[in-house]
């Protein structure tokens, strides 16, 4: 089972709002990614977990805030973002292995719109 | 100068068509290789990993070049599922990941 699930499918926020995305993967995998992708660009990384430790943070902004609870689970929460952070948001997770080719598995996405 | 780099085409091919995607990289580092396809409003699902030696998966086949810095991706036969965004995606060391802007592929009856 190659699935990772990602809730809700589609939001909608003001820009004083407070809210939360959520990803899960059941594959025993130990590392887990946020993407960022506008339409008709590719994902862009933003944060990566290891272990359930940050590893990577693209220099996301920190109405961003990146959170990993357990192996399994992946939150982003949002506050006070920009209508140009309206786009679809992306969980991945791959097994963390070292010095080789470790594929990524994407969960469907989070398409958010700030207005 | 992007650290990945695609043709953004489109290609647009009939049927039965062969096409080839080519692949650039600037990080010599780099060590592992990728290919995805997107298709509209969906998730990047994987076409294959790229291997140093060149891999073949039923119609597609992947070759790495690391002397140029470049990957490819060759579909032989292409059908009309084929239509869809193929992205390149490169991972340096670590979990730092990086995707090419994607090729469009068309294929028409």
């Known amino acids: 089972d190659t699935e990772v699930t990602q809730t809700p499918k589609h939001l909608v926020m003001g820009m004083t709002n407070k809210k939360s995305l959520k990803c899960e993967q059941h594959m025993g995998h130990r590392a887990m990614y946020w993407y960022k992708q506008k339409a008709k660009k590719p994902p862009e990384l933003m944060f990566v977990y290891s272990y359930e430790k940050l590893s990577i943070n693209e220099s996301v902004p920190s109405r961003f805030s990146p959170e990993c609870p357990n192996s399994s689970l992946l939150n982003l929460h949002l506050h006070a973002l920009q209508p140009e952070d309206s786009a679809l948001y992306l969980c991945?997770?791959?097994?963390?292995?070292?010095?080789?080719?470790?594929?990524?598995?994407f969960g469907p996405g989070t398409r958010l719109t700030v207005l | 100068r992007k650290e990945v780099e695609q043709d953004p085409g489109p290609f647009n091919v009939p049927e039965g068509a062969t096409v080839a995607f080519n692949c650039t990289y600037s990080n010599s580092a780099s060590q592992s290789f990728f290919w995805y396809r997107q298709d509209c409003r969906k998730e990047p699902k994987l076409l294959m990993s790229?291997?140093?030696s060149g891999n073949e998966d039923g119609r597609f086949t992947a070759q790495l070049n690391r002397a140029s810095q470049y990957i490819s991706l060759l579909i032989r036969d292409s059908k009309l599922s084929d239509s869809a965004t193929y992205l390149c995606v490169v991972k340096t060391g670590g979990f730092k990941t990086i995707f090419g802007a994607g090729t469009r592929l068309f294929v028409k009856a």
């Open positions: 991945a997770s791959s097994r963390a292995l070292a010095g080789s080719t470790d594929t990524q598995y």
């Open positions: 790229v291997y140093s």
